[in-house]
């Protein structure tokens, strides 16, 4: 049987340099990964003229009284609003899968290219939609252009930033989502005050302005010097590049961990087969799989999928629950730029930790407010100062989730994972990130009818679980560098034993 080795690498600590304007630079543009992510134009699905176009069965008939008995069931058929929604996170999650390969074998740089080039023919597809097939291709297409972005973007930031501000770096990617979000939101309430009923198409179209800035920065891209040796690059021309992005020719030390892993890396003909199989990369599995899970049970996304329409049912109003919209969205970025300012300093554990505690008060304070005032029928009304109050609950439960799971839920898996298993480990979380998405787009309604406030005590739950999984099998990984992560699990009092602690030769072919 064929044997291979693993080259554990102990990566010896030392400067990594200046914090380079190249490096600032190349980081920006790839963060607008996230951008294109975030600007999601479901706000649409409150337009009523966009529902009555394409989405007539799912229309909300405010103006019908039997509808306004019960505000945890709206519509009689969900199904092509879930569909609309939720296509675009199925197409992803299957992107993904192919972006992994093409990450590993094209380079980081070139799949950010072709992430930008689908999403912009979606977005295009989508404005100039004249019917519901043509609108679903378009939203498909936005999610192929998504997937192979996060596949991409995140593996980019965690190799290109020097390790003392990877996390901020990397961070800058849910910084454009939270940026993406917000500005969905304000176009969505700017476009519904245009008359004619053409403001949905506006809408959907002003994607083509975050699409267009990717594909002109993917252009002038560089690729990481990780990728480049993996892709058998000149060493020296890998050396050069490693130079200009930590500012300094002093580099050998890391050149070299970066040739050890990428040796190791070569020697993995299957690189999904090792990480699934291996007991050596059983601790990256195991975050690859539930940290994305984690992140979507917070049920983040059940409030922002259906913003618009959750805040018409508590009794919003159409503008109110655009511009409540619109305040979360605030809300979003600023606390996301809490987090780039503490991840690096007060680590990745303590962020969690306080951002679940804080969700889990504001998600039981919110079911507790929505049972006591529409109980198990879904009958009763919110006083101004009621419905104040719950939106600050949700905003105070937006920031939590916006300096702990938003963007350390990306974070985590894309720094910890060695070379060799890095773009499966990648395409995994993604992957899983967005079949949970596509669950949660899929039956938010129905299980908001169905639980009723119960939802937010299940979800409050969820997140008291990942909580105490955070606090015991999660190692710190602030400050240190990405071929030196498997220090961090070896001194893990769990992961530990997974780890070898020398130089092994192990069985890399089943």
Request: hydrophobic share 50%.
């Amino acid at each position: 049987m064929p044997r291979g080795v693993v080259v554990v690498v102990r990566g010896v600590r030392q400067n990594d340099g200046n914090i380079t304007n190249f490096v600032l630079a190349n980081c920006v543009i790839a963060s607008l990964g996230g951008l294109i992510f975030g600007y999601d134009s479901g706000g649409v699905l409150s337009r009523e003229l966009f529902l009555k176009k394409f989405l007539p069965s799912a229309l909300l008939k405010h103006n019908d009284e039997r509808d306004r008995e019960n505000m945890y069931c709206k519509s009689e058929d969900r199904q092509p609003m879930v569909m609309f929604t939720s296509s675009l996170y199925l197409a992803a999650l299957v992107a993904s899968l192919v972006a992994s390969k093409v990450t590993r074998a094209c380079g980081r740089n070139m799949s950010m290219r072709i992430a930008s080039f689908i999403y912009l023919i979606g977005a295009i597809l989508t404005a100039a939609a004249l019917n519901i097939p043509m609108l679903i291709v378009g939203r498909i297409l936005l999610g192929i252009g998504i997937g192979f972005a996060i596949q991409s973007s995140l593996i980019y930031l965690s190799e290109m930033a020097p390790a003392y501000i990877r996390g901020a770096l990397n961070f800058g990617f849910q910084m454009n989502v939270t940026i993406g979000i917000l500005l969905g939101n304000f176009v969505n309430y700017g476009t519904g005050q245009i008359k004619g009923g053409w403001g949905w198409r506006l809408s959907l179209g002003l994607a083509v302005i975050p699409a267009v800035m990717l594909v002109v920065g993917s252009l002038f891209l560089p690729d990481t010097p990780n990728s480049m040796l993996d892709r058998g690059q000149p060493a020296d021309k890998v050396k050069k590049m490693l130079q200009n992005i930590r500012g300094t020719k002093n580099v050998e030390e890391e050149f070299q961990d970066l040739v050890y892993a990428s040796e190791a890396a070569k020697k993995v003909d299957s690189p999904w087969k090792q990480l699934l199989l291996h007991p050596r990369y059983r601790p990256h599995l195991v975050m690859c799989v539930l940290v994305p899970v984690f992140q979507q049970l917070t049920g983040i996304n059940a409030i922002t999928f259906y913003a618009p329409v959750l805040y018409k049912a508590l009794g919003f109003g159409h503008q109110a629950s655009l511009v409540s919209s619109a305040v979360t969205g605030v809300v979003n970025v600023v606390a996301t730029c809490v987090s780039v300012a503490g991840v690096d300093t007060f680590g990745r554990r303590p962020l969690f930790l306080q951002g679940g505690v804080q969700m889990f008060v504001c998600q039981v304070a919110v079911a507790t407010m929505v049972a006591i005032k529409f109980g198990v029928s879904g009958q009763g009304n919110l006083t101004q100062s009621e419905a104040d109050f719950l939106l600050i609950l949700i905003c105070f439960y937006v920031a939590a989730f916006a300096w702990s799971w938003g963007p350390l839920g990306w974070l985590i898996p894309s720094e910890m994972c060695p070379l060799e298993v890095r773009s499966a480990g990648q395409a995994l979380n993604v992957s899983i990130n967005m079949l949970f998405t596509f669950g949660i787009a899929q039956s938010s309604l129905a299980l908001f009818c169905h639980l009723k406030f119960g939802l937010f005590f299940l979800f409050a739950g969820f997140v008291a679980l990942m909580t105490i999984f955070i606090y015991y099998f999660l190692p710190e990984t602030k400050n240190v560098r990405i071929e030196d992560m498997d220090s961090v699990f070896r001194e893990h009092w769990f992961w530990g034993r997974y780890i070898p602690d020398e130089v092994h030769e192990l069985d890399m072919h089943y």
